[in-house]
């Protein structure tokens, strides 16, 4: 992949979303079984990982739940919400800026919405959700982050977290 002006841009053969990638390992590889390899090595040198990502599919979500029980590792779902309209919103204003981060426009949006798959109760047992749907200085305030924060203690309790993982403050 090529950058111009700090932007991704398709090299030949390559499309850095969508299409394969060349892969050392093997002739052509997706950037799903990319990441995959990439997560498996960080969670085999014992330190924290956090994947982003919507995995809006349940078998998605299931095969980095399996990866990582099968290796020891313990698993938190972030469910980050907000009203389809609030989406909506957010989705239009990025629209204009050439810098965005991200690249889903309204037609996305709309299939994202139409294919999420709800979370089954193992799932939602591991699971700490954030309602997005406030104003964004709501984020600096530690109590939007207090449940997560009670969650990571009580899994460093429990003995779900190594003690090699990095420990978070109370601000």
Known sequence: MTHVNGAPQ????????ERPIPDPGSRRCNLQTLGRRITRG???LGLPILVDATFLKQRHRA?????????????????????????????????GDPWRASDAGP???????????????????????????????????PRYWHRLILRLQRGARHGEIPDSAPRLRQA
């Open 42 to 44: 960080v969670l085999e």
């Open 107 to 141: 037609a996305v949006l709309v299939r994202q919405l139409a294919n999420e798959e709800p979370l089954t109760p193992e799932e939602a047992a591991l699971t700490v959700g954030f309602d997005t749907d406030v104003p964004p200085g709501s984020y600096e305030n």
């Open 63 to 95: 095969r980095f739940i399996e990866l990582a029980t099968e290796l020891g590792t313990p698993v938190f779902l972030l469910d980050f919400y907000a009203s389809p309209r609030r989406l909506a919103q957010r989705v239009w204003k990025r629209s």
């Open 10 to 17: 398709e090299a030949p053969g390559c499309c850095w979303r």
